[in-house]
């Protein structure tokens, strides 16, 4: 689908979440991206009327993310939910990880509370 609505949708989403939940650093970034994930694919699941696609992106997200963790290492600093760059710049953990993580890590926190009552 070229249509570009995924990314749109992403965005939106951030317009909401950026605004309502702002990490305190660079080490919680995963907030931003992980709260914008989650609700992109939410709001992807309600626009295609299945949750198909977006537990497919999920999936190869996910792959993703795991051949991120591989290449740098699983003891790696960036490939933890909450990395301390330390004297490093931020940009330098900008991966899929914390998108990923921080997404998976509240659909987790969803299925503890029933799915559906987390909106």
């Known amino acids: 689908d070229k249509s570009s ?67 740098l290492g699983f003891d790696n600093n960036y490939t933890s939910l909450n990395p301390q760059p330390g004297k490093h710049h931020p940009d330098e953990s900008m991966t899929v990880i914390p998108y990923e993580k921080g997404y998976q890590f509240l659909t987790y926190l969803e299925r503890l509370v029933t799915p559906g009552k987390m909106q």
């Open 5 to 71: 609505v995924d990314v749109a949708v992403h965005e939106i989403c951030h317009s909401w979440f950026g605004n309502l939940v702002t990490s305190g650093n660079w080490t919680h970034f995963w907030l931003n991206e992980g709260f914008t994930v989650f609700a992109e694919r939410h709001t992807d699941t309600l626009i295609d009327g299945s949750d198909k696609p977006s537990k497919i992106a999920a999936k190869l997200e996910n792959q993703t993310m795991y051949k991120t963790m591989m290449e």
